[in-house]
């Protein structure tokens, strides 16, 4: 039975992880056990949930014998994009917080959270396709343009902003532990060096 290990020393704790692809019912029950067994994470950014559109997500963390301690946001592929998917498990006490969610085409996320005091804040969940054929790009570019307007929207409304996700590359490909190969497939690193930069 999974004990009520809620977080409550008023830092916000979050991670991000990249699932691969939701391979079997439960999966998500059991990243969510995982969030609490290990992290007491607030908050699960995840990448590359492959999960469709039409894929119905009301009940892959529902379980009567063990209740989930998150709600999930999702971002589902309206096709079948190598890759698309992403979700941001939530617990309840921050979830009654989420004033709104905007989602990006099953590759992007964004959930603010408002207080009576007015403090607010946005979180921004991406997942960059690693692929660089034309249409991967012109998704990345998509991509790119949608997070940079939810970056910049926040910060013009005095909003902070706390931006996670699978960037599939580095900033600085001569600190890239990856083959020779892959460095030269890296990432265009537009995204990233905005987001350094900003």
């Given at each position: 039975m999974m004990t009520d290990t809620t977080n409550t020393n008023g830092y916000l704790r979050i991670t991000s992880i990249n699932v691969?692809?939701?391979?079997?019912?439960g999966f998500f029950k059991a990243v969510a056990r995982w969030g609490v067994d290990i992290g007491n994470f607030d908050i699960i950014a995840c990448q590359e949930?492959?999960?469709q559109a039409d894929k119905t997500t009301k009940y892959l963390l529902f379980d009567k014998n063990e209740p989930s301690q998150y709600i999930g946001f999702w971002a589902n592929a309206t096709t079948r994009e190598m890759?698309?998917?992403v979700a941001s498990l939530v617990t309840e006490l921050w979830q009654k917080h989420i004033i709104k969610r905007n989602t990006h085409k099953g590759r992007g996320?964004?959930?603010d959270f408002?207080?009576?005091l007015g403090a607010h804040f946005r979180i921004v969940n991406c997942y960059v396709p690693a692929s660089r054929d034309e249409e991967r790009k012109r998704e990345l570019q998509e991509l790119t343009e949608w997070a940079k307007k939810e970056i910049q929207e926040a910060k013009e409304k005095g909003m902070e902003t706390i931006v996670c996700g699978d960037f599939n590359g580095v900033v600085n490909p001569s600190l890239d532990r990856s083959s020779e190969k892959n460095q030269?497939?890296?990432i265009e690193k537009g995204l990233l060096?905005?987001?350094v930069e900003t």
């Open positions: 691969q692809g939701a391979r079997e019912y949930t492959k999960l890759g698309a998917g996320i964004s959930l408002g207080y009576h030269n497939t890296n060096e905005w987001l």
